[in-house]
């Protein structure tokens, strides 16, 4: 469809209204001029009918005696005169005609008396007065008025017949008709030169409104079209005060805070990509997937972020003697601090490992730790961890505990059952220790020993209860149920723990970093 200005839309609907005002009007005017003769024309005729039936009762009020005794007398004659005398004074009167009571004419102020008998006419004689319209013998219009004639005693005698013409109502009626066109062609005259006033007034109105208001609409379309093909420098003037300055100044506004946004993207898409590639340097430096077979031992371990880069890591690495090192850690909070943070703590693991070439007890390494975030990373910064050594040789397991979830450790009885205890240990958190509170314990293990070891993400977090209202935290006892009924190697241990895990919490994203490391001991 072809695409029409502004200004010309508005000088259209200007002409448009201004027609439709001025046609309306015109109808209106024709329609109550009409009204207006129409109802002119009605009070003059029912005037002169009025008037000839007051002037019919009172000739046959005035006739009344005379007539009276001239019919019971059969004065014809006298009787004639009398309305010929009549007929000459009423200038509007055609005919006047006497009857007797039977109805027959007597007597006519139009014929003779032996004409009138001749013809034997006869009138209708009631007892009260009557009119009715009719034509004469010329065709013109004339209106009959039948008036009864009683004698002093009230009895009828005979009636009275008057035959009015209405010819001067007619002349009247068509001098009205003539005024009626004449005004009307004139108000239509009136009409059509106010009507053209208007709509010249109202066609320079659109003119000036389309000058007025298509100038800056343009001027917005084009900043728009500006703006849409990624030009944000774009401004545009506003000296108005109505809507299009609104209008303006929206986009203007609209304009600078595309390019804050645009210059917001462009960062937040750097920072993701370095998100992405810190996400990708600490996977790096976990274990795989799968099992890791050490000596006395096949581990399994998995660690889910809440964000792009997790607190939680874990770590397991052969010491001297055929021993194995399973560490887990996690760092308050989530994000790339403590991404960073992680991998600082699994450098000085291997610095550790490369000093001592892998001779050093648990609590030594949480002091080298301790040390590090207080004295290397600065304050504010704090992270719990659990440091497990195996011995297979001694079948031992030594640990020391800087304020981490205690694991759990399921062993087989010799009946056969399983019961569910902890490798429980006391101690600060890595940051805020005095370096000189971790205690070292030793448990002893036996082949076929299940041991895990897991971070606050995985046992604190909410799940729809039983009941299937209230919400619930995983917990240790559900944790320990998992271990419990779950067979095979390390990793399939695991995947049935996460498997229950998640069916607890169901989906969304996770409050917290989530890890979870499975342990079998082998014979």
Request: glycine share 10%; charged share 25%.
């Amino acid at each position: 469809m072809p695409r029409f200005p502004i200004g010309l839309k508005l000088l259209a609907m200007a002409a448009l209204l201004v027609a439709a005002v001025t046609t309306t009007f015109g109808v209106l005017v024709s329609s109550l001029l009409r009204d207006v003769y129409a109802e002119r024309a009605s009070r003059l005729e029912s005037a002169l009918v009025l008037e000839h039936e007051h002037a019919s009762r009172a000739a046959a009020e005035l006739l009344r005696s005379v007539m009276a005794e001239a019919i019971a007398g059969s004065e014809a004659g006298r009787i004639a005169r009398h309305l010929k005398e009549l007929a000459s004074h009423e200038t509007d009167l055609v005919r006047a005609a006497v009857a007797d009571e039977r109805g027959r004419v007597i007597a006519r102020s139009d014929l003779g008396l032996f004409e009138t008998l001749d013809r034997n006419d006869r009138i209708a004689v009631a007892d009260t007065m009557q009119s009715r319209d009719g034509k004469s013998d010329s065709g013109e219009r004339v209106r009959v008025v039948t008036a009864p004639i009683r004698d002093g005693s009230g009895r009828l005698v005979g009636g009275l017949e008057l035959t009015w013409s209405l010819a001067a109502l007619d002349r009247s009626l068509s001098e009205l008709h003539v005024e009626e066109a004449r005004d009307t062609a004139a108000s239509r005259r009136i009409l059509f030169e106010v009507g053209g006033i208007a709509l010249a007034v109202g066609v320079l109105a659109g003119v000036l409104m389309g000058i007025t208001l298509g100038r800056p609409i343009r001027t917005l379309g084009r900043a728009a079209r500006a703006i849409s093909s990624g030009d944000l420098s774009v401004r545009v003037p506003v000296r108005r005060r109505d809507e299009l300055g609104d209008l303006g100044r929206a986009m203007n506004e609209m304009a600078e805070r595309l390019e804050v946004l645009i210059e917001d993207a462009k960062v937040s898409v750097a920072i993701e990509r370095d998100l992405v590639l810190a996400r990708e340097i600490q996977q790096s430096m976990l274990p795989g997937r799968g099992n890791h077979q050490r000596p006395g031992i096949e581990l399994a371990g998995r660690v889910e972020s809440a964000a792009q880069c997790g607190g939680d890591f874990w770590a397991t690495c052969e010491l001297t003697r055929q021993r194995t090192l399973i560490l887990v850690a996690d760092v308050t909070g989530h994000g790339i601090g403590s991404a960073m943070l992680t991998a600082t703590a699994r450098s000085c693991l291997d610095t550790v490992w490369e000093l001592t070439q892998g001779n050093f007890r648990p609590a030594y390494l949480l002091r080298i730790l301790d040390q590090l975030l207080r004295h290397g990373v600065g304050a504010g910064f704090h992270m719990t961890c659990f440091v497990s050594i195996l011995d297979p040789v001694e079948r031992t397991i030594s640990y020391a505990n800087a304020g981490h979830n205690h694991p759990l450790l399921v062993r087989t009885l010799e009946d056969g059952t399983r019961r569910i205890g902890r490798l429980a240990a006391r101690g600060n958190r890595l940051g805020d220790a005095d370096g000189f509170t971790f205690t070292e314990k030793t448990v002893a293990c036996a082949p076929g020993d299940i041991l895990c070891w897991y971070t606050d993400g995985l046992v604190e977090a909410l799940g729809v209860s039983g009941d299937g209202q209230t919400l619930e935290e995983f917990g240790t006892r559900r944790l320990g149920a998992a271990l419990l009924g779950s067979d095979g190697d390390a990793d399939a241990v695991l995947d049935g723990v996460l498997d229950r895990f998640h069916r607890h919490r169901g989906v969304g994203p996770l409050d917290d970093d989530v890890t979870c490391v499975i342990g079998r001991l082998l014979g």
